[in-house]
């Protein structure tokens, strides 16, 4: 029983990271009905920024909380920017032309993403600074549960709650929520469409980069490749929980994380990145709209 | 049921990019030595650490012989495989078909040595793998050599040391799925742990490059055993050893010379203090030969430490030039046909030939990683000793030498 509870605390954990990117996927998608594939590689991004800011000030020497918080606040900021950056020179240019062109820019901007932090950050992978010093308390029941994981709880869980806040009690949120419904009715409505929509990319990559740093501080190996995997794993947690729909991407993520825990704890590691695909596999047979998504009427 | 077609399309072209190296040759007359490494990639150190060690046997040459043997200047390029066995066999093409080597050294990876090794063989260029321990290298033909010991007998001294000086009985085994090092070392270990009545309770794995080993180790938790082993890379020990602390994991892992590299405390810190990993060698063994070794490669690399790596590849250099040289000496006529000129020639061929059958004849040469001598398949034997980690600090535990035959 000590097993499966801790299996289930490590699942949760990792199910809260993919969350956390998933949330990034689906709101993109909301608005633009466009999988933003680089966004994957926002969330390496974000790993490396908190791993440069957190050398410049020399956050390892003194673990603090503050420093650790400065240095997820940094990362969170230069992933902003970046996440602006792709959709006003990326994918702003191809707004109007076929979906197609749009999912092929995103393809492009992944591997640039990608071999430009190569070229960067050199292949080899880095080691993430102890910005917070590991401790571990035991929740009884054999159970333990690290602060660094404690931290990855909290902070997900509190991310989560400001974008819950952002998108259904304020007024921008109501805008997201208009573009996503229709973007020609926002503009009727005097709601700035391509503001909304960059807002939104700077809101997701935001989040992939909170991301970046918390997994960073839990296992420390960095390199420029570390988000495809996680970012193919977050964009199926969007689509199982249904994209374009907020709690879904949580419940995915969840519902992600915990299936990959178990599944190399009971039946075999090799199958760790196989059962990704067979969820989605079996969510896009049984309810292709996902678990908490809207079943649509495709206009042919 | 939006666009569904987008989305299998973007999956399936969602996948790594390809990069090409690229090309070199020669006018002048010279011998062309070819050496390929990891230099990028998750075990980076592998590769740095061989190039580094060439480039002292290298300097060594220089600075006594003018960098010249039987008359030609030695040159050596160094290629990197980004530690994957397919860019590796890549490379070495490139370094047969284009540069036109005479001989090769590498890999550190057993994985990546078997998938370069059948093309030297092909080929007829001799190639040295400083320090592939799996016994499948050099069963690839007659012009693959090894400066090591071999998984077998080190899979045979982790067990011994786990038993006999540890005094455990139950273990558990995590290891790389991915890493014929790896999978070849658990089954030694395995066997013999079993002869010396201990036993492996579990058996877990991992995929090289995972970052999170926390639901193996919780598994292997709920099964308490004496000890861990992990016979695997020193990226991913240290990162085992960091979470099987973090879960209340006491017991020491245990691992074979995948962990031998100057990173691995910096990747694992405290959580490795009370684990052990057989090696080729311990810095402080008092030889004069290993000692002089130390002195030039600090010198020549900012006063870091060589680890057993660099050591081993200095040695396949050395044994290599020392091969050319007799060469040189006994079969001048033959040795012409080493030259780069010679390249693609009926000479260079047979030259080749009797260049292998000179790096075979390789008897009771002292080394900096003990004293070698090749055996009829081409491996070395030599002891294997047990470094302790403790305080962050790399400590000799214990020399354990070959079994005589019985």
Redesign the interface.
């Known amino acids: 029983m000590s097993e499966f509870l801790q299996q289930l605390v490590n699942g949760v954990t990792w199910g809260s990271v993919y969350a956390l990117i998933a949330l990034g996927y689906t709101m993109v998608y909301g608005i633009l009905r466009l999988i933003n594939f680089a966004h994957g590689d926002v969330y390496m991004l974000g790993a490396f920024f908190g791993l440069y800011a957190a050398r410049w000030m020399g956050a390892a020497r003194d673990p603090n909380i503050a420093q650790a918080l400065a240095v997820l606040a940094i990362a969170m900021a230069g992933c902003g920017v970046v996440g602006y950056v792709i959709e006003r020179f990326a994918y702003k240019p191809v707004r109007r032309s076929s979906r197609l062109a749009a999912l092929i820019t995103a393809i492009g901007v992944s591997l640039l993403l990608e071999n430009g932090g190569i070229l960067l950050f050199g292949a080899d992978p880095k080691f993430f600074p102890q910005i917070i010093a590991p401790k571990n308390l035991a929740l009884g029941g054999g159970v333990t549960i690290s602060n660094q994981q404690i931290i990855i709880l909290v902070v997900s869980l509190g991310l989560m709650l400001g974008l819950r806040f952002i998108v259904l009690n304020t007024r921008v949120g109501k805008a997201m929520r208009a573009v996503s419904h229709s973007h020609t009715a926002a503009a009727l409505m005097g709601i700035s469409v391509d503001r909304i929509i960059s807002f939104t990319f700077v809101l997701g990559s935001v989040l992939a980069a909170a991301a970046g740093v918390l997994v960073a501080l839990q296992n420390p190996k960095i390199e420029p490749l570390m988000g495809i995997m996680p970012g193919l794993k977050a964009f199926v947690a969007a689509v199982l929980g249904g994209i374009g729909n907020i709690p879904g991407a949580v419940l995915g993520g969840l519902v992600m994380g915990i299936a990959e825990v178990m599944v190399v704890g009971y039946l075999s590691p090799t199958y760790r990145d196989a059962i990704a695909f067979v969820l989605l596999i079996v969510i896009l047979l049984v309810r292709p709209a996902g678990i908490l998504g809207k079943a649509t009427a495709e206009k042919v | ?4 077609l ?2 299998l ?3 399936a ?2 996948l ?2 390809v990069s090409l190296a690229g090309c070199g040759g020669s006018a002048t007359e010279e011998l062309v030595i070819g050496e390929y490494g990891s230099l ?3 075990d ?1 150190t592998f590769g740095q650490s061989t190039k580094a060690g060439v480039r002292v046997a290298l300097a060594e040459l220089n600075a006594t012989k003018e960098g010249k043997i039987g008359g030609l200047t030695v040159r050596v390029v160094e290629e990197d495989d ?1 530690g994957r066995a397919e860019e590796a066999a890549t490379v070495v093409q490139k370094l047969i078909n284009q540069d036109r080597v005479i001989a090769v050294l590498g890999e550190v990876a057993s994985s990546r040595s078997l998938a370069a090794g059948p093309i030297c063989q092909n080929a007829g260029v001799p190639m040295i793998s400083p320090s592939s321990t799996n016994p499948k290298v050099t069963q690839v033909g007659d012009y693959i050599f090894r400066m090591c010991f071999l998984d077998d007998f080190q899979g045979w001294v982790m067990a011994k040391f786990t038993a006999e000086n540890l005094k455990l009985k139950r273990v558990a085994m995590l290891k790389d ?1 991915k890493n014929d090092y790896s999978i070849g070392l658990a089954q030694y270990f395995t066997d013999a742990f079993k002869n010396m009545g201990g036993q492996v309770v579990y058996e ?4 090289a490059g ?3 080993f ?3 180790l ?2 292997i ?2 099964r308490n055993p004496e000890a861990i082993i992990v016979p695997g890379y020193y ?1 991913e020990a240290g ?1 085992i050893a ?1 979470q099987a ?4 994991i006491t017991v020491p892992l245990i691992g074979g010379d995948g962990w031998e590299s100057g ?1 691995l405390i ?2 694992g ?1 405290e959580a490795l203090n009370g684990c052990y990993y057989s090696n080729h060698w311990a810095l402080d063994y008092p030889d004069p030969k290993l000692q002089e070794f130390l002195k030039q490669y600090r010198a020549g690399n900012g006063n870091a430490d060589p680890d057993a790596i660099g050591g081993l590849a200095y040695d396949a250099a050395t044994v290599l030039f020392t091969a050319l040289q007799h060469m040189a000496e006994q079969d001048p006529e033959t040795f012409k046909g080493l030259s780069s000129k010679m390249a693609g020639t009926e000479q260079r061929k047979a030259a080749c030939k009797k260049l292998r059958d000179l790096i075979a004849q390789t008897h009771e040469y002292s080394g900096v990683t003990g004293v070698i001598t090749l055996d009829a398949n081409r491996n070395a034997t030599k002891p294997a000793v047990v470094i302790a980690i403790k305080d962050g600090k790399k400590t000799f535990a214990a020399q354990i030498k070959p079994q005589p035959p019985a």
Do not use: P
């Open positions: 049921m939006r666009s569904r987008g989305l399309v973007g999956l072209a969602w790594g990019a990028s990639g998750s980076a980004q799925v877990q794995a991992y995929s995972d970052q999170d926390r639901s193996q919780t598994a938790k709920a990226t990162l960091r602390r973090e879960l209340g990173q910096e990747i810190g």
